[in-house]
């Protein structure tokens, strides 16, 4: 199963990441494949420990891909590294191993300490349209304009049918990427 959550790591001077990132779940543990490059990754190979942060708030997501990383932070407890303060549940993680690959190694993560923050009360559609919205702009140089509008059109409905004001302000963020993309790629 492939959770979508919030990956938070830190590099050796303990400077956070924060990354949105569909990790893949083993019981108690997580299967981690960051592209290379990335920050998420060269955090992991340095320090070997992360937090998986579980969050209903898809500002954090589409905030992450428009070029929004300053969300407010608390220390986790079991590792040096950084919990989401709106995270509902969170995991402290350590690389227990690395399969090596070119493009997306595989790291292999046990679970270290998980923490229970809030109840999880369910994703409407409009929290799905967003974070669906979200994974398409971050594959907006690998996909057809055509596909990327024809599946923003279909997510609209179920923003225009449940959005709170969360929801509408993360969705304006993506379409701005999106509209910016469109107009460079007509030139």
């Known amino acids: ?23 893949h779940v083993k019981g108690d543990s997580f299967i981690i494949l960051p592209f290379r490059p990335s920050t998420t990754l060269n955090n992991f190979l340095e320090t070997k420990v992360g ?13 992450c891909l428009t070029g929004r990383k300053d969300w407010p932070l608390k220390p986790a407890q ?3 590294g950084k919990v989401l303060d ?23 993560c046990k679970t270290l300490h998980t923490a229970n923050h809030a109840p999880f009360k369910g994703f409407n559609r409009a929290q799905f349209s967003v974070l669906e919205a979200a994974i398409l702009i971050s594959r907006l140089d690998m996909l057809p304009l ?11 409905i179920g ?7 969360r929801e509408l302000e993360a969705w304006a963020w993506i379409m701005e990427v999106v509209d910016n993309h469109k107009r460079n790629v007509k030139t």
């Open 146 to 156: 055509q596909k990327i509008e024809s599946e923003i059109n279909y997510l609209r």
């Open 1 to 23: 199963m492939i959770q979508e959550t919030i990956v938070t790591t830190q590099n050796g001077e303990g400077i956070t990441h924060i990354a949105p990132m569909g990790i």
């Open 51 to 63: 937090v998986i942060n579980y969050c209903d708030d898809v500002r954090v997501f589409a905030g």
């Open 78 to 80: 079991e590792i040096s």
């Open 86 to 108: 709106c995270a509902l549940a969170h995991s402290e993680v350590i690389v227990a191993s690395i399969e090596e690959d070119e493009t997306r190694p595989k790291l292999f």
């Open 159 to 165: 923003l225009g049918k449940t959005a709170g004001e």
